[in-house]
């Protein structure tokens, strides 16, 4: 007898007439804990129930959403009422939750709240202890699984941003037993290096996938540790103790790449404007204290001696330009005014002579009639005793000798007798 084939839709469709046609599956309240949640943007809410033995998805559509009056979060103890569903393109099962009512806190949870107030007393969390994330990093470590997505994500994108970035990995577990202790060894085993920052974390999951991040001994690494730490633990609404203890938190572990890689081509476009500036505000010195120096240089200059001498005999020989033509001129003045004056001298002295010349003809003519010789020529002599001339009887005595001067000559005579005058009356 052949064995009848069906169809992958057929069983599907009959399994899901199964869940239908069973009444207590149709409206169920199940009690679990929270985990795997996620708020997706159409309003509708994803998330698991779990226990210690089992795991069951569920889907509240926003229909039933909106009318929560509380915000589900992780590890949170909850009893869910919905019906129960086979899901035909998955063929897998899950809750359609159409109403959510609060337990109490789940056993993780607890636990999470109880170390993360503890530390927090501590003082592990406050900003003091706080390292600041270098700008330009060029070491960067990484504690993270070497075969998730996260570390995929990390190399991407910082090799995108920045291809001469050097990246050391610490492959570590990040869940299930011993991840803690994993990763705190990568932690410290990172900070030994010096590099200038570490990335620590991993991709999304529940809150037990994400726990190692939860646990004292990862926190006290991350506390301790002198490199500047940045958390990347699971999605945006994943929060970790990791989180709170580390210097930077980002949302995913691609986020932590760009808080910890600057962007090179960014960085070397800075770097231009800042050497163009330089060279600009260099230039613009250079400028000014070449003014300043040749201002400087022309007031040294006219303080030197050499410049006092040089500017002291250019205005020496500039006095004796301006004395020499002064000279020249007044030379040449006088030699025309000499000139001048000569030619009105002489015919001066020419106009002078011939007045001094016809009153000397005059003076000659009225002398010429006084004079001795004139007289002498008229019969009158010129007598003269001891070289002297006789002008009175008085001049002479008996017996002296008597020179008498004639117009044709000389006659010596003596004196033998004398007679005197007396008002026209002779003695």
Not at 89 to 98: M, W
Not at 363 to 392: D, H, M, N, Q, T
Not at 394 to 423: E, F, M, Q, W, Y
């Amino acid at each position: 007898m052949a064995t009848k084939v069906y169809t992958v839709g057929w069983i599907s469709n009959y399994i899901k007439n199964m869940f239908v046609s069973d009444y207590l599956l149709r409206n169920v309240t199940i009690s679990g804990e929270i985990s795997n949640l996620k708020y997706h943007s159409s309003g509708h809410i994803y998330f698991s129930l779990k226990d210690k033995t089992a795991v069951l998805d569920c889907i509240m559509f926003k229909s039933s959403a909106v009318s929560l009056k509380f915000r589900l979060t992780e590890g949170l103890k909850v009893n869910v009422t919905g019906r129960i569903e086979n899901f035909e393109k998955t063929s897998k099962y899950q809750l359609y939750a159409t109403n959510v009512e609060e337990e109490g806190t789940g056993e993780l949870y607890k636990r999470f709240e109880q170390l993360k107030t503890e530390l927090m007393e501590r003082g592990m969390f406050d900003e003091m202890y706080k390292t600041p994330i270098g700008k330009y990093n060029q070491r960067v470590g990484i504690v993270t699984s070497p075969t998730g997505a996260a570390i995929e994500d990390i190399v991407n994108v910082s090799k995108r941003r920045n291809p001469y970035v050097n990246l050391f990995l610490y492959p570590a577990l990040v869940q299930g037993e011993g991840a803690c202790i994993d990763i705190a060894k990568g932690i410290k085993r990172l900070d030994e290096m010096g590099l200038d920052v570490i990335i620590v974390g991993r991709g999304g999951g529940s809150i037990e996938d994400l726990w190692a991040f939860n646990e004292e001994v990862v926190a006290e690494a991350i506390f301790n540790a002198k490199t500047p730490i940045i958390s990347a633990v699971g999605h945006q609404t994943d929060y970790t103790i990791a989180d709170f203890v580390s210097d930077l938190r980002a949302p995913t572990p691609s986020a932590a790449a760009e808080l910890a890689v600057f962007e090179y081509s960014k960085f070397s476009d800075e770097l231009n404007q800042y050497v163009y500036s330089l060279k600009n505000y260099l230039r613009n010195c250079i400028n000014r204290d070449k003014f300043r120096i040749s201002n400087y240089a022309s007031k040294l200059k006219s303080k030197s001696p050499t410049y006092k001498l040089d500017t002291k005999k250019f205005r020496i020989c500039e006095y004796e330009r301006l004395l020499r033509e002064k000279v020249d001129f007044k030379l040449s003045e006088a030699k025309d005014k000499t000139i001048d004056y000569n030619q009105k001298m002489s015919a001066l002295i020419k106009e002078k002579l011939v007045n001094r010349k016809h009153r000397l003809s005059l003076f000659a003519s009225k002398l010429s009639g006084k004079s001795p010789l004139e007289k002498i020529g008229r019969g009158y002599a010129f007598a003269e005793a001891g070289g002297k001339g006789v002008c009175s009887i008085n001049d002479i005595k008996k017996g002296d000798r008597i020179n008498l001067s004639l117009p044709d000559g000389k006659a010596v005579c003596t004196v033998d007798d004398i007679t005197r005058r007396n008002h026209g009356r002779e003695e």
